[in-house]
């Protein structure tokens, strides 16, 4: 098994760029996945293999990867986007990771 | 539309068992799998196993080997899962999660999740 690192937490005024990291050294190999959360709701999905964007989730939403860093963009924050987020990979077949989750503060 | 909807909230005493249900709509049940997460409150989320919905097998995340059985109903496109010998720090909201079909490591549907809490 592996650990997903991510920063605790991010803050962003409205209408800048967050920039959320998720870093181990499986990354390169392996697709991330990336989930939001905000308080009393399930996640829901916001980006998949690396960056794919499911269908009705604002383009502002974006992802990247970099060698063992894959990275959630959110550009032209909104107060709506404040929530936890959390990346997600896969371990040995059929057997998954979360990262640690990052709370994004909009100020 | 593509759903997954959760048993309601339960309340158990130590070291008892608690029996969490997942009821799919929308697909081809069959056809993916369902993960079950949980979340302590103010904490993460920690996956805990993964079923095949065509042909029940089954991964676990080794902390829970011992204590968790997941199945599946196929008749009804349910998911069960049941967590044995409940202690005091079981208390979470567990959630179901479809995963992609053909391998895929995406969960892209997930239940709203069911409160457990383990309290003497």
């Known amino acids: 098994s592996y650990e997903l690192i991510q920063p605790p937490s991010v803050s962003v005024s409205p209408g800048q760029t967050a920039r959320i990291t998720c870093s181990a050294d499986?990354?390169?190999?392996?697709?991330a996945y990336w989930y939001q959360q905000k308080p009393g709701q399930a996640p829901v999905l916001v980006i998949y293999?690396?960056?794919e964007r499911p269908s009705g989730i604002p383009e502002r939403f974006s992802g990247s990867s970099s060698g063992t860093t894959v990275t959630l963009t959110i550009s032209g924050v909104q107060a709506e986007d404040e929530a936890d987020y959390y990346c997600?990979?896969?371990?040995?077949?059929?057997?998954?990771?979360f990262g640690g989750g990052t709370k994004l503060t909009v100020l | 539309q593509v759903q997954l909807v959760q048993s309601g909230a339960e309340a158990k005493k130590p070291g008892a068992s608690v029996k969490v249900s997942c009821k799919a709509s929308?697909?081809?049940?069959?056809?993916?799998?369902i993960s079950w997460v949980r979340q302590v409150p103010g904490q993460g989320l920690e996956w805990m196993g993964w079923?095949?919905?065509?042909?029940?097998?089954?991964n676990q995340k080794q902390k829970f080997q011992d204590r968790v059985t997941m199945t599946t109903e196929t008749t009804t496109s349910t998911a069960y899962m049941e967590l044995r010998s409940l202690r005091s720090d079981d208390t979470a909201v567990y959630y179901c999660?479809?995963?992609?079909?053909?391998?895929?490591?995406?969960?892209?549907?997930w239940g709203q999740g069911t409160m457990v809490t383990v309290s003497s």
């Open positions: 999660a479809r995963v992609g079909a053909d391998n895929s490591d995406v969960f892209d549907i």
């Open positions: 929308g697909y081809m049940f069959t056809s993916y799998g």
């Open positions: 079923i095949s919905a065509y042909n029940g097998d089954t």
């Open positions: 499986v990354l390169p190999k392996q697709y």
């Open positions: 293999k690396d960056s």
């Open positions: 997600q990979s896969a371990d040995t077949s059929r057997t998954w990771v």
